[in-house]
């Protein structure tokens, strides 16, 4: 289980990396809006514990943002502000739970254990995006009502987008959960199945899923 902690207190911070480590999650420890935009820019995560103030920014705008942008992880809100009304606003916003500090860290672990229960237990097995149609227990993908013939690599790949639709998936990203390694795969290889899946689903000019970021990698839109 990986977990992004956004918190700029130091202390607090390093607390909460060293004591979700220890319980065997894997915890990265940013501490600045920036971070933590580039953090999920480069690698998914399954859970987010989001301070609110931040020295660049306010945790509330970040949330907002990463809502807007289709990104649908866990995010327990950690904040000082425990007002009924920044709650509200935060859980308005998509926080999906609200913890005020002080806190214990068991009761840290308690929330997070839930969330990621609830979030196993919704696990949609059919994802629809602008008339495409993934169907994670059959397998099969349908487009406009038709069905398409996709190869495993093919299908794998269109469910990460499906799954991320709207964020902006790094090369590195997509090639580690395809081809489930971490040395550098031949990223022309990567561009030729993205080739193939964009001859089986886009009609271009009208119908188009993925969108080429520059030096970065790809978006479906
Ligand atoms: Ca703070």
Redesign the pocket.
Known sequence: MKILIV???RRLGQFLKQGLTERSYTATWVSTCREARDALCETGYDAIVL?????DGD?LDLLREWRKSGFNEPVVIL??RDAVEDRIKGLDLGADDYLPKPFSFEELLAHLRALLRRQSAMKQTLMEHRGLRLDLLSHTVHLDGQPVDLTSREYALLEIFMQNVGRVLTRTMISEKIWDSHYDVDTNLLDVYMSRLRGKLEAPPEKVYFKTVRGIGYQMV
């Open positions: 918190e700029d207190e301070d609110l103030s931040l020295p945790g904040s000082a």
